[in-house]
């Protein structure tokens, strides 16, 4: 691998964070409002889905337990962006960029500068392909980025138990591709359903981390718009082709209906990464699911290591977040808000290359109509941000974002974010009869708490059932009705 920078910044502790995956319920009501949005199904965009998405798929009211980070959220360590270059030739090139923790911050300073410990080990949170092209036509002339794909690192938690006891499946992964590996009730009665219903030490591994310890997921999963967006389109598509709607139900093969799905959603591997096909080479990551910053320096003999730029926090100046800034653990709308904009905000921002961003916005003008106020935008290449990339950023703020954070529509709210996509979203949020709160949030390893993380199979149970029942009845008034998914082993 070809190192062309890396940059550490010392960040102090946080609240706990708490692991709250997406939860799924679908009512008729909410069928009904979904299938007017979507002109009886044959309009699937994320702007038509949005109003009920984040009323469909939203985070679990109760937390499942605090996220596990290597010696406690308390612990000051170092975040770092890494850029790596994957190729160049004449007028393009491709990098990725990665950005990651470390499990403390202890440096020296010496004459030669600042020394990091050669066995500090470094965790990988995100990556994100950027290509870059130089363009040369009669509408354009110049460097032209484009952002391939952004994909959380996603690590286990906890090991599968096999003991009578203790019975667990560990951490397993909720993505759309693994939930069309499940075969909803309302949909198949396989073999398998009925040997769990027999045995019950038997336990569905499919999900969980048994063998590789490392796993991508596209960040467009944490958005529950995007990810509703991401699933019903492609049960859609995989049973009656590009136009849907006419309320014909799933009457292909259920089997072969999610065997497509699944194909449509496909994640990326850490194998089709080539820089992580070089860290598995000279490290061992994918078992360790770490490497040290010793490895790291001998995979880049010709890296200005002496120079490696690490930035401390001014005594003056730091804040500490774990103890000035609300809980993550509360049922409150406000809080469900603030995880819903922590959790899709960074994907917004790297997909619409902006690096940093200072905005206000509330929804307290004429006819509720939210408005957005920037004082200050930077991107991630260049030195100006392209104007209609922040257009667009800012139209799926309100019609995507704003949406799926409130609890109800037309709910009032006053909002103030700070967001830097490699360091930390803060957020000053107001809703409607609540109390104002304020919250912490570290990108730089939010992948120990995407909403795509679970320790429950229920919820990947739920998750299937909710969306195979939206699909099946959308399409016409006929197929509607006021019937409330009962399964509740998904409720924490």
Known sequence: MELIDIVFRERSGYREMQLR???????????????????????????????????????????????????????????????????????ARSTVEITGHTDHADAANTLRGVRLPDDMCLYFNSITEVNQAYLDTPTQRGWCTQIAGSHHVIGPQTRPNFSRDRLS????????????????????????????????????????????????????NDSSTRYLHRSIKALAVANQGEQYGEGMGLDRDPGEILKDARKQVRERTVSQMPVFADFNRDTNILSQGFITYGELCAMNPDFAWDDVKVFFERPETARDYATTTNKWDGRDNTTIAAIQIARALPTYMAFHHIAFIDFEANNMSYAGQPVILIPEVLPILGKAINQNALQAFEQRLITELFVDMLPWEDCMFDLRVKA???????????????????????????????????????CIDRMSKTLTNIVDRIGGDDHLSNEIITDNSCRF
Not at 202 to 210: A, I, K, V
């Open 21 to 91: 995956p997406f939860d799924a319920d679908a009512t008729g009501d909410l069928i009904r409002q979904l299938n007017e949005d979507t002109s009886g199904g044959s309009d699937l965009t994320p702007a038509a889905l949005s109003r009920t998405a984040g009323r469909i798929i939203r985070p679990a009211a109760n937390v499942s337990g605090s996220a596990l980070i290597s010696n406690g959220w308390g612990e000051k360590r170092f975040m770092f962006i890494m850029t790596v270059l994957v190729r160049e030739a004449r007028g």
């Open 420 to 458: 830097t996509l490699s360091g930390d979203v803060i957020i000053s949020i107001k809703l409607e009869g609540e109390d104002p709160g304020e919250f912490a949030f570290p990108v730089f390893c939010d992948s120990l708490v995407a909403p795509v993380v679970v320790d429950d199979s229920s």
């Open 169 to 220: 499946p560990g951490t397993m992964t909720m993505r759309p591709e693994d939930v069309f590996r499940n075969s909803p009730k309302n949909i198949l009665q396989n073999s398998f359903s009925r040997l769990v219903e027999r045995e019950s030490d038997y336990q569905d591994l499919r999900n969980s981390f048994t063998s590789d310890s490392l796993r991508l997921s596209n960040r467009w």
